[in-house]
C-alpha cells in the first residue's frame, strides 16, 4: 500500500474510533517509518497503537511469545522498563524512545547472555530484584553501543558491528538484528549478516562489550556476588 494510501486508511480509521464512542481523541503518528493511529479507550483508558499492512506484526507476536514461554522472567523485566522509560517519557517510538518490541529484545538479551542464567547457577524467576538493577546497569552503563550489535536467534549472540558493515550508521545508535523478520526495525537498523560472536570468552572483542569505569565501583560492589551480564574474558 502506497504512503498516501496508508494515511488516508489511518485518518478513516480514526474517525470510526471516535464515531464509534471507543475513544474521544486520536493522535496520527504520520511522519514516523510506520504511520500509527494512537489512542487511548474510553472505558478502562487502555492506550492503543494500531498500524496497518506491517507483514511482520504477527510474525513477531509469536516470537515474543516464544520468549516469554522460555523465559518466564522477562515478563517482569519487561513491566518494569516500561514504567521506567514511560514515566521519563522515553516510551515513544516518534519522539525518540524505546517501543515495546525493542524492550523486549533487550530484555530477553540480557537474561540469555547473564552467565549465571546461561550456567544454571540461577533461577531468573527467584532473583528478579537483582536482574532489574543489573539491567540498567548493564545497558546504562557498560553497554558499548558504539561497536556491539545484539541478536536473539540461536540462544542468543553479540556481534561486531564493523563485521557486518553496520558503521556506516550513527556509531552510537543501538543495533538489534529483529527476531522475527531480517527487514529493518521502524526505530532499529537490523540486517542480517554472517560474521557473529558466539562465545562469552571469545578474545580481542568481546573483552570491549563492557566498559568498566571508576565511578561505577560503588555499584559493583553491591551486587559482587552476581556477573550482572558482564562479559568476562577467560
Known amino acids: 500500500m502506497a504512503y498516501s494510501d ?10 470510526t474510533l471516535k464515531r464509534a464512542g471507543i475513544t ?5 503518528i504520520a511522519k514516523a517509518k510506520v504511520p500509527i ?21 504477527v510474525e513477531a507476536g509469536r516470537v515474543v ?14 513491566f518494569v522498563a516500561k514504567a ?25 538479551s540480557f537474561l540469555q547472555m547473564h552467565p549465571k542464567i546461561r550456567r544454571g547457577e540461577i533461577d531468573p524467576s527467584r532473583n ?8 540498567f546497569e548493564f545497558y546504562g552503563i557498560y553497554f558499548n553501543y558504539h561497536e556491539v550489535g545484539i541478536s536473539l536467534r540461536d540462544g542468543g549472540t553479540y556481534f561486531s558491528k564493523a563485521r557486518r558493515g553496520w558503521m556506516d550508521y550513527k556509531q552510537s545508535l543501538l543495533s538489534i538484528e529483529d527476531p522475527a523478520d531480517i527487514s ?3 526505530y532499529l537498523y537490523a540486517r542480517c549478516g554472517a560474521e557473529q560472536i558466539t562465545s562469552w570468552s571469545s578474545k580481542r572483542y568481546l573483552q570491549r562489550v563492557v566498559q568498566y569505569r571508576a565511578r561505577t565501583a560503588d555499584i559493583r560492589r553491591r551486587t559482587r556476588h552476581h556477573d550482572g551480564g558482564r562479559i568476562h574474558e577467560s
Do not use: W
Open 24 to 28: 474521544d481523541k486520536v493522535t496520527i
Open 84 to 108: 521506567f522509560l514511560s514515566q521519563r517519557s522515553m516510551n515513544e517510538v516518534f519522539s525518540g524512545g524505546l517501543g515495546s518490541y525493542s524492550i523486549v529484545c533487550l530484555a530477553m
Open 184 to 186: 529493518k526495525l521502524p
Open 37 to 57: 493511529v494512537k489512542f487511548v479507550t474510553t472505558h478502562g483508558y487502555f492506550p492503543v497503537d494500531i498500524s496497518i499492512n506491517q507483514e511482520n506484526g
Open 128 to 135: 528478579l530484584g537483582v536482574l532489574v538493577m543489573e539491567f
Open 6 to 15: 496508508r494515511i488516508t486508511v489511518l485518518h478513516a480509521l480514526a474517525n
Open 65 to 78: 511469545s516464544g520468549f516469554l514461554f522460555e523465559m518466564p522472567a522477562l515478563r517482569a523485566l519487561v
